[in-house]
């Protein structure tokens, strides 16, 4: 299994320079340096060389910056410490005398998910490994992350349907400010 994304985490879209993205590979294993465990960033490196050398180096790199559609990390289940715990809330009996709330922590990252979405144990853990592997994404990929680059297209949308209203409403605002200049000038006309 790949290790959170391997160097796909890395690679710095848009257009950018090849002296950019050695920088961004140089940052990302200064980060890996960090890690505590040797066989980690051993295994972290090495699938961040290959993911390199499969996609080369500018297939990433596209005119619009879409990254909606990337693929969420890998999780390794090595990786993982799953616990269960009792539930609390509604949902009755069920809920509070059965261990149906699951808590997933990322050991190399240290990001915690808990989940309690349903009462079966079993549509929680999957629930709470997608969540996971969202928080991984929102973790390794910062602004590039896939809920990331969906806010930002959302509040880009946003903001240009604001702009465009509000330039179709001066637009009207004039439009009625030349019309009563116009009757202004008939009524002003027929008083003489």
Do not use: W
């Not at 879209?13 to 066989?39: H, M, N, R, Y």
């Not at 910062?142 to 209203?165: D, Q, Y």
């Amino acid at each position: 299994g790949g290790v959170a994304g391997g160097g796909r985490a890395v690679v710095i879209e848009g257009d950018t320079s090849d002296a950019e993205e050695i920088d961004g590979v140089e940052l990302f294993s200064e980060l890996v340096s960090l890690l505590p465990d040797e066989e980690l960033r051993e295994r972290v490196l090495t699938e961040m060389q290959q993911s390199a050398m499969i996609t080369g180096p500018n297939e990433n790199r596209s005119k619009k910056n879409k990254n909606v559609n990337a693929p969420l990390p890998t999780i390794d289940e090595d990786d993982l410490i799953e616990s269960y715990a009792r539930g609390s809330g509604p949902g009755g009996q069920k809920i509070n005398k059965t261990s149906n709330k699951v808590i997933l922590i990322h050991e190399p990252t240290g990001v915690k998910v808990e989940c309690q979405e349903t009462r079966s144990l079993q549509q929680n853990r999957k629930i709470a490994r997608k969540r996971l592997r969202q928080k991984l994404d929102e973790y390794l990929n910062g602004r590039r992350s896939r809920s990331s680059v969906k806010a930002t297209a959302v509040k880009s949308k946003k903001s240009k349907t604001k702009a465009r209203n509000k330039a179709r409403l001066k637009k009207k605002k004039k439009q009625k400010l030349r019309e009563l200049e116009k009757f202004d000038a008939t009524v002003s006309d027929d008083e003489y």
